[in-house]
């Protein structure tokens, strides 16, 4: 079971770039890399997803290294919207067993 | 677009009374799941199906039991409810395996007294 590790929260100003980075140190040959947005009150909602290098999408890029036990989003140019908390989860296509784990998320609070 | 619905948003119920969380997705998907989210814990995974009748076990099973008669739709059942279990419940669904993209309902927010 691939475990998580992000960092508790990040500070960030609008117009920068943020780089948020995940540890998954036992990850498995079959999982790929998925992260997610949650703002208040709502359910977390899918940015991006990886197995290897890069991949990036309208709003994020995804880096995964070759040794594939971390990976970084990044958050081009963030607004006040950015604000919310973003999680790392490492899990398989494969439908059976437990081969999910959430990170603890990270807090982005993103200041004028 | 993805829809997937829960039932409630805001619930509460008393100690020992049995709590049905019900979530339905339009998309046809094959794989649903059930979260708790609890402050400074994260997503924690309860139970997933990945197909009618299927289920397996997540993280935290203990004290709660699953329904999956039609495909979209995914019931969390508390046998009999703990304040322990006062939390906020996701449901989440995915076309393909647990690590394909999942959507996520508006969470149902279960008070237990």
């Known amino acids: 079971l691939a475990k998580t590790t992000q960092p508790i929260s990040m500070d960030s100003y609008e117009g920068q770039e943020v780089n948020i980075t995940c540890s998954h140190n036992?990850?498995?040959?079959?999982?790929?890399i998925t992260w997610y947005q949650q703002f208040p009150s709502q359910g977390p909602r899918f940015i991006i997803q990886g197995y290897k290098t890069k991949v990036t999408n309208e709003v994020a890029s995804l880096f995964i290294p070759a040794d594939r036990k971390s990976s970084t989003l990044s958050l081009p140019r963030v607004s006040l919207s950015d604000t919310a908390v973003y999680y790392c989860?490492?899990?398989?296509?494969?439908?059976?067993?437990?081969?999910?784990?959430f990170g603890g998320g990270t807090r982005l609070m993103v200041k004028p | 677009d993805v829809k997937v619905t829960q039932s409630s948003r805001y619930l509460v119920k008393r100690t020992g009374e049995k709590v049905f969380l019900e979530c339905v997705q339009d998309m046809d998907h094959e794989n649903m799941f059930w979260y708790r989210q609890d402050p400074g814990l994260g997503l924690r995974l309860i139970y997933f199906s990945y197909d009618v009748k299927m289920k397996e076990k997540g993280d935290i099973p203990e004290g709660y039991s699953v329904s999956r008669e039609k495909k979209e739709r995914f019931s969390l059942i508390l046998e009999s409810a703990s304040t322990n279990q006062t939390s906020m419940y996701l449901c989440?669904?995915?076309?393909?395996?647990?690590?394909?993209?999942?959507?996520f309902g508006p969470g149902t927010r279960l008070l237990v007294l």
């Open positions: 989860l490492v899990g398989t296509y494969n439908n059976a067993g437990n081969m999910l784990t």
């Open positions: 036992n990850i498995a040959t079959n999982d790929y």
């Open positions: 989440a669904s995915s076309l393909l395996g647990p690590g394909e993209a999942q959507y």
